[in-house]
Antibody
Framework: EVQLVESGGGLVKPGGSLRLSCGAS????????IHWVRQAPGKGLEWVSS????????YYADSVQGRFTISRDNAKNSLYLQMNSLRAEDTAVYYC??????????????WGQGSLVTVSS | EIVLTQSPATLSLSPGESATLSCRAS??????LAWYQQKPGQAPRLLIY???HRATGIPARFSGSGSGTDFTLTISSLEPEDFAVYYC??????????FGGGTEVEIK
């Protein structure tokens, strides 16, 4: 069974930084666009950022542009999200999500279990 | 940016009843729409892609329809495990990839 596993979440003060990681098992990330999606407590889903297979194309939501950096290491089958200048409104569960072979690009076929990021003083 | 508006926000139904969920796009997105189910404490799960195609393993009681700006997810006879929150998502014009605000299907 395909698994995506996030790590690196936790409690951080406003203005602080955090780096999320996402690894995959039984699935090779390197050929796919992969994404970060977040969900604030009790709220809906919000797309955060996406990166193409060779890192040529990188996109961010306006709400995180200039503060977050997405990257990937295909040799390590991993995805990262460097989050700087964190704000209270960045508090959320962060999911990594990947497209797959079956359903076409830019749909989220596989999801991690989520990593909680809490920004609070 | 494509805005997706889901209605109703909450649907109160009994097991065995049929559920009809709506997703409206702010401009035409052809059939580039997906539906996800999310249960408390879990990641979302892809149910329907390209408006009307069921993902592998999704029961036949789930069906999607629509094109352009108006889309519908129908659950023909609710099972206890179907009570959850449902989101639509478009991939037609991005960035950004956008989600609707969600519809909660709750037990009446």
């Amino acid at each position: 069974e395909v698994q995506l596993v996030e790590s690196g979440g936790g409690l951080v003060k406003p203005g602080g930084s955090l780096r999320l990681s996402c690894g995959a098992s039984k699935f090779t990330l390197r050929t796919y666009f992969i994404h970060w999606v977040r969900q604030a407590p009790g709220k809906g889903l919000e797309w955060v950022s996406s990166i193409s297979s060779s890192s040529t194309y990188i996109y961010y939501a306006d709400s995180v542009q200039g503060r977050f950096t997405i990257s990937r290491d295909n040799a390590k089958n991993s995805l990262y999200l460097q989050m700087n200048s964190l704000r209270a409104e960045d508090t959320a569960v962060y999911y990594c999500a990947s497209e797959g072979d079956s359903y076409g690009p830019y749909y989220f076929q596989y999801w991690g279990q989520g990593s909680l990021v809490t920004v609070s003083s | 940016e494509i805005v997706l508006t889901q209605s109703p926000a909450t649907l109160s139904l009994s097991p065995g009843e049929s559920a009809t969920l709506s997703c409206r796009a702010s401009q035409s997105i052809s059939t580039y729409l997906a539906w996800y189910q999310q249960k408390p404490g879990q990641a979302p799960r892809l149910l329907i892609y390209d408006a009307s195609h069921r993902a592998t393993g999704i029961p036949a009681r789930f069906s999607g329809s629509g094109s352009g700006t108006d889309f519908t997810l129908t659950i023909s006879s609710l099972e206890p495990e179907d009570f959850a929150v449902y989101y639509c998502q478009q991939r037609s014009i991005w960035p950004p990839l956008t989600f609707g605000g969600g519809t909660e299907v709750e037990i009446k």
